[in-house]
């Protein structure tokens, strides 16, 4: 929830991460947030590339803006979609420049002549690579709270977000650091095998992550159990956690006081095991009609019900399997290559390190699109779940459904139709367009049908 996507959301803490600050959430894509929910999954994405509509086609879809928003959520649009783009490059660039002007090799050197332990060298090392990245990342970060300050979409003071920028940097530094020494010495232990022991170290790692993420996240936010200040919410979603056959008791059910930060409509699974909870944001819970709440609820209900964090940390920990493997060969072959003129002499040094965080860093950027076509599967799934999950409760799930996802995108902005390529890169949810129009359509219970996770 903390960190925006960039510089450390690459990599090997990265990975790690991503997980943790990835709730599974409702709303959509991500800059200019307060709170992005990148969700890293792995799969092949299927986005049929679709016609563009002309405008007088765009009153009739399901998901529209009126005009005056439009232009801003077009622009808002371009912006969020350069920023992403450009923070992922820059990551990528910024750890290349370390490498090539033998920074990383001097930072080695600099930690060896100020400290004579190896442990805390490393502590100096790792930290310093730390302090970097997080700096190299915030002209990308103020531009991202400039504009959405300027559209409306944030209202957090920019002394209130900085803050949150310093409480990131030390956790950061505190966290990231241990995870890098840890991997740094596996590296050292097992000069051969290392990418197997570093993926057995990221399994636990991950989940741990994942446990502990709802424990940090106040760090942020203010919570406070949803019962407090919206009892009769509460009762209603009762009905919904009765339904589904699932057993969330109202003590996890919490509410997150967004509405100091943003304007931006959201609510998101988070925890695993005695963490895990919902969360809605006390936006949602106040400026949307109750009915649109219960559907919301009833999708995030579906990732809790699906089994969707244990199955993302499954598919992370098989898909990494693998990318470790061929990054730990890629790494060597530029070490073997490139090594001397970086003054970087094997992988298992300081700087050798970080052209192991470099190589993770370009895999993570091209696996993007494999990991957000898993979300969007999830997302989709979760859809149908939520739609289901409201049937006989709200009078009509399509057009509470379809309402929902309005208020949703005009709550961030969200371009009505953006490039399939984008979408296909990008999103880690189907588009908002692309969700209204299958909720709109989607009635299995016409003709006496059933759905497909109910069985009335
Ligand atoms: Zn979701």
Redesign the pocket.
């Known amino acids: 929830m903390m960190v925006r996507r960039g510089f450390f959301q690459l990599g090997f803490c990265a990975v790690l991460l991503l997980a943790s600050l990835a709730p599974?959430?409702?709303t959509a894509q991500t800059a200019g947030k307060s709170a992005p929910a990148a969700e890293p999954q792995l799969a092949a994405p299927q986005v049929p590339a679709e016609p563009q509509l002309a405008e007088p086609q765009r009153a009739q879809q399901s998901y529209s803006l009126p005009p005056d928003k439009l232009a801003k959520a077009i622009a808002l649009s371009r912006i969020r979609n350069i920023l992403e783009i450009a923070g992922s490059i820059w990551g990528l660039v910024v750890l290349w420049l370390l490498l090539a002007s033998r920074a990383a090799a001097g930072l080695e050197a600099w930690a060896k002549r100020m400290a004579a332990r190896r442990w805390v060298q490393g502590i100096l090392f790792f930290a310093a690579v730390i302090l970097i990245g997080k700096l190299a990342d915030l002209p990308l970060g103020l531009i991202g709270h400039y504009e959405g300050l300027k559209y409306g979409i944030s209202v957090q003071s920019w002394a209130s977000w900085l803050g949150d920028e310093g409480k990131a940097l030390g956790l950061a530094l505190v966290i990231y650091t241990a995870v890098l020494l840890l991997f740094n010495w596996i590296v050292r232990l097992w000069p051969r095998r290392y990418w197997l022991g570093l993926w057995v170290a990221t399994v636990p790692l991950l989940v741990l992550t994942i446990f502990i993420s709802p424990l940090v996240e106040p760090l942020f936010n203010q919570f406070e159990p949803l019962a407090k200040n919206h009892a009769g919410l509460v009762a209603q979603l009762e009905k919904v956690v009765t339904r589904t056959g699932t057993n969330i008791p109202p003590e996890r059910m919490f509410l997150m006081k967004a509405g100091l930060k943003t304007n931006g409509l959201n609510a998101y699974v988070t925890g695993v095991g005695a963490t895990k909870r919902i969360v809605v944001w006390d936006t949602t819970a106040s400026r949307i009609p109750d009915d649109e709440v219960l559907f919301i609820f009833g999708?995030?209900s579906g990732?809790y019900v699906l089994h969707h964090i244990p199955k993302l940390i499954a598919g992370m920990a098989a898909g990494l399997f693998f990318v470790y493997w061929a990054c730990a060969g890629f790494a060597n072959w530029l070490v073997g290559r490139l090594g001397a003129s970086w003054k970087v002499s094997e992988i298992s040094s300081r700087s050798g390190f970080v052209v192991l965080l470099f190589v993770v860093s370009v895999a993570g950027f091209v696996l993007e699109p494999v990991s957000n076509g898993f979300s969007r599967h999830f997302?989709h799934q979760?859809d149908v779940y939520g739609q289901e999950a409201v049937h006989g409760i709200v009078a009509d799930p399509q057009k509470t459904a379809v309402a929902a996802f309005n208020d949703l995108g005009e709550a961030w902005l969200e371009d009505p139709n953006p490039s399939p390529l984008i979408e296909f890169w990008l999103f880690n949810?189907p588009s908002t367009k692309r969700r209204a129009e299958f909720a709109a359509h989607y009635d299995p219970w016409a003709n006496g049908g059933r759905g497909e996770f109910f069985g009335k």
């Open positions: 599974t959430d409702l999708h995030e990732h997302e979760a949810h």
